[in-house]
């Protein structure tokens, strides 16, 4: 396994890059849905959506085994997870599950928040990032 860290900072940019453009696209289909439109919720739209996803998973799981992360041991990786399974039950709401555009408008503004707090969570190795940010 030593050999393959060399690939480290490849596979971490990866990542990042797919976890921007993961965001980026579904930001951009939610407040469309928002909007009214149609299109982000065609299966092209979707099936994009899913194919950047796995990717990213992918490479996550690549990056977890690479680092030999362990749940019980590094608190913000369990963090990080959860606020994503967060997002992705809000996000599912946000563009087609919540029966008011009300209620898509507030799971999208809290799968936003989500994310952003994982990702904050992530940059920082710190499960307490988020709340630390609000403490000032």
Known sequence: MTEWIALYPQLKSTHIALA?????LF???GACVLAGARWPLHRAARIASVCID???FCAGVALWSM??????RDHWLF???V???AYIVLGSL?????P???SKAAAYAAALACIASAALVAVRHDAMAPLRGLAG
């Open 94 to 98: 946000a563009l087609k599950r919540a």
């Open 27 to 29: 930001a951009l289909r």
């Open 54 to 56: 796995t990717l990213l």
């Open 20 to 24: 921007v453009t993961s965001v980026g």
């Open 67 to 72: 680092l030999s992360l362990h749940l019980g």
């Open 83 to 85: 606020l994503i399974v």
């Open 100 to 102: 008011t555009r009300l």
């Open 79 to 81: 963090v990080k997870l």
